[in-house]
């Protein structure tokens, strides 16, 4: 009796093993396939950059231009463009006076004080509303130093940072 009484708790035991067992397998998910490595996100295009056309009459550049007086004297050429922090344009650097470079010094002018008036062809001169003598008078230009604005009487605006 003692035997068969191992042998019930034993098939007892098993059948309950086995009934757990299936309840598990029913309960959790199924096995999931392999998961394949995600493809890199698709990278957008930038945005194409504005565009402004500026017709080949409207526009010209002013660096080596030639400057003149009201009554035509020869007062340099623009070698620089000054702005302030905020992108505006302040004033040019017009090297004046000397022979092919010789005995020449940089001034600062007023951009104010240029007028465009006909710069279609590169032989066009910008004019300056000032005179040679008070050209002449100007301190000259150093990198690195305060910069000295020569301007036209009264339109002269002090620089507020």
């Known amino acids: ?7 019930l708790i034993a098939l007892a035991l098993a059948s309950a093993t ?14 999931q396939p392999p998961q394949q490595a995600t493809a ?14 500026i017709g080949a009459s409207d526009a010209h550049g002013v660096l080596g231009r030639d400057v003149r007086s009201p009554t035509d004297e ?19 650097v017009i090297d004046f006076g000397g022979f092919l470079g010789v005995g020449s010094r ?4 007023d ?11 590169k032989g066009d001169a910008i004019t300056l509303e000032l005179t040679k003598d008070q050209v002449t008078a100007a301190p000259e230009y150093k990198e690195d130093t305060p910069v000295v604005v020569l301007g036209a009487s ?5 620089f507020n940072p």
Not at 154 to 158: D, N, R, V
């Open 74 to 92: 020869d007062m340099g050429h623009i070698v620089d463009v000054i702005v302030d922090r905020s992108g505006s344009v302040r004033a040019a």
């Open 106 to 109: 940089k001034i600062v002018v």
């Open 1 to 7: 009796m003692r035997a068969s009484l191992i042998t």
């Open 18 to 31: 086995a009934i757990s067992r299936a309840q598990n397998d029913t309960n959790s998910p199924s096995p």
């Open 40 to 53: 890199a996100p698709v990278k957008e295009p930038a945005p194409p950059a504005s565009v402004t056309i």
């Open 154 to 158: 009264g339109s002269l605006q002090p």
């Open 111 to 121: 951009w104010g004080a240029l007028h465009f008036g006909r710069i279609a062809n």
